[in-house]
């Protein structure tokens, strides 16, 4: 049980739905809060979901605060794409918008001279860690009712509908869905058992692969970053928006995994994220054209530490910001355009180009004789010679040894 002498104002992120509804009382009645104030924050979610966010602090007395982070979210999402970033096959899209919703709830708290936050996550998933982390470096004190009371969703439901608690949408339907700009994520009920094989109807963004005559997209990247599509120049915002139709109807970018969350515990977990798979494809197509052999090699272990941290919603890490340095010098040169073929649940690059391109025709090209000015086929056959040269000589002296260890058992038996 939470202490009971808490005083003043709690900031809540809220959304409208059951969680978060029947912590604004708890609040008041488990927790001893003097007011509870609820902040919406705006990372591209369904105009549905404010409505309802509005209406229920309304039939609340709630005062309801909306934040528009949109911008920012997107911001992150463009450092996601410099990252090459996804985790377990899934591009962050609710882990990256973590960090972002958190801070803009702090904001209002500190303005509106709060004492408190609280969510309304459970103890079981990944968001609690992400909020915390951000919170926790603040003085308010942080509360989590929905853990720290041990509620579950049929006590909520009873409980709300005991106090009469503005609950029509109640348990938000058969799944679990979170929306943003970069993914929609949908689990529970039936996707809980990981042999379930969903219909359509779990999907929203995305139409069945297949459904759509093929189609290609040219997308420019400047430094790293995608800038505009088909010659048209765009916010990161639009670009998002715009690639989640234009590929959302080729089926591009479902996921369906099992995820390991932070906690240990793995969980299926399926996603829609037809932009995110446009731009990290296109990305990498482009790196693979400027970066060195080595940098590309090198780089991979540093996305995946992003994207790890990224996933544990550590964006605020020192380590963070040291991986954020090296991706920044290598993505100096990633400027230039994709053209990427939309078909049948794909993104794929198909043709790329760059200013900036590590690559002479001259020297790769089979027709030609004289690879550059002053090298020829021929100086290769020194290095052909060497290839492989330990290799060879390893395997030649386990072979002898072996060779030796036989004779010396057929000797000791004679
Ligand atoms: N497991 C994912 C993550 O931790 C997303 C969970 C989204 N929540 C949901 N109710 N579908 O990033």
Known sequence: MPAND???????????????????????????????????????????????????AEALGLDHYVVDAKAEFADLCMDAVKANATYQG??????????????????????????????????????????????????????????????TREWEQEYADEKGLPVEGGDGGRFSIDT???SRSVEGSELEDPAYVPGEEIYDWTQEPGSAEPELLELTFEEGVPVAIDGEEMTPVEIIDHLND???????????????????????????????????????ALEGLVLTKEER?????????????????????????????????????????????LQGGQARP???????????????????????????QADATGVAKYHGFQERLANKVSEAAEDAAAEKTITDYE
């Open 6 to 56: 808490h005083s003043g104002t709690v900031a809540l992120a809220f959304s409208g739905g059951l969680d978060t509804t029947v912590c604004v009382p708890l609040l008041q009645e488990e927790y001893g809060y003097d007011d509870v104030i609820g902040v919406t924050v705006d990372v591209g979610q369904p105009a549905e979901e404010f409505d309802e966010a509005e209406e229920t």
């Open 90 to 151: 899934y591009p962050l899209g609710t882990a990256l918008a973590r960090p972002v919703i958190a801070s803009a709830i702090l904001e209002v708290a500190e303005e509106q001279g709060c004492s408190a936050l609280a969510h309304g996550c459970t103890g079981k998933g990944n968001d609690q860690l992400r909020f915390e982390t951000v919170w926790r470096d603040s003085d308010l004190n942080v509360h989590a009712p929905v853990r720290e009371l041990g509620l």
């Open 180 to 182: 943003n700009l970069w």
């Open 246 to 284: 234009v590929a959302g109807a080729h089926g591009v970018g479902r996921t369906d995994t099992m995820e390991d969350r932070m906690l240990g515990l793995k969980v299926r977990e399926n996603y829609e994220h037809p932009a995110a798979s446009v731009l990290l494809n296109a990305h990498e």
């Open 297 to 341: 090699s090198f780089k991979t272990s540093i996305d995946q530490e992003w994207a790890e941290k990224g996933y544990q919603g550590l964006v605020k890490a020192p380590l963070f910001r040291a991986l954020e340095g090296f991706i920044d010098e290598t993505q100096t040169r990633v400027t230039g355009t994709v053209t990427v073929k």
């Open 350 to 376: 198909v043709g790329r180009e760059s200013e900036y391109a590590c690559y002479a025709e001259g020297q790769a090209s089979f027709n030609t004789e004289a690879v550059t000015d002053d090298i020829e």
